[in-house]
């Protein structure tokens, strides 16, 4: 499995199984979205370098059905904090079981929700974490 950037011929995979409105043509044609490749695109992410806030963010991600639970979206994520990092912001519908399951099982910290933006009528809930080696310092800061 091959994580690289997104080009424009991963749309038509990446169409395959994206859950989410419109598509990711300008994300990919301004750089800011990243494949997983197994043969084809399988997985994507994309991001803004000041997505939330003025901070980075990741916007999008997605795994096809056929290729979840096996780390994919852990890798994206990382491919991401190791160009944005160590710092990212991300969101998800509060109905969202396996992305809130993701998020609580990786470490990251729910620091807010928007109400009232989702069609399915479910709050959008905001994420944090810190990656690497400043996540490392800040867990010993905060014992000594
Ligand atoms: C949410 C999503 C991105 C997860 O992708 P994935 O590649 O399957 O996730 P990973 O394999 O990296 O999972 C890492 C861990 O998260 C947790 N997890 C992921 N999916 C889960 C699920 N459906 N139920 C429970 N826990 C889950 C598990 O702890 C998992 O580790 P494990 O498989 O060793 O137990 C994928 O289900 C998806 O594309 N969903 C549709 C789009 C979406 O909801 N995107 C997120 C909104 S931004």
Redesign the pocket.
């Known amino acids: 499995m091959r994580v690289r950037p997104a080009g424009a011929a991963d749309l038509t995979a990446i169409r395959g ?4 409105g419109g598509d990711r043509m300008r994300e990919i044609a301004e750089g800011r979205c990243l494949v ?1 490749e197994d043969g084809a695109a399988v ?1 994507y992410v994309s991001f803004r370098a000041d997505g939330c806030v003025g901070h980075p963010f ?8 056929s ?11 990382s491919a991401v904090a190791e160009r944005l990092g160590p710092r990212l912001f ?4 509060r109905g ?4 809130l ?6 470490g990251w910290r729910e620091v807010g929700e928007i109400r009232d933006v989702n069609r399915s009528g479910s709050a959008e809930v905001f994420f944090v974490k810190t990656f690497g080696a400043r996540a490392a310092d800040e867990a010993t800061a905060a014992v000594v």
Not at 17 to 20: R, T, Y
Not at 58 to 65: F, H, M, N, W
Not at 90 to 93: D, L, N, Y
Not at 96 to 99: E, G
């Open positions: 199984f994206d859950p989410f997983a997985g990741v916007t999008y991600l997605a795994i096809a059905p290729h979840r639970r096996r780390g994919l979206a852990r890798l994206l994520i991300i969101s998800t519908e969202n079981r396996a992305m399951a993701l998020l609580s099982v990786e």
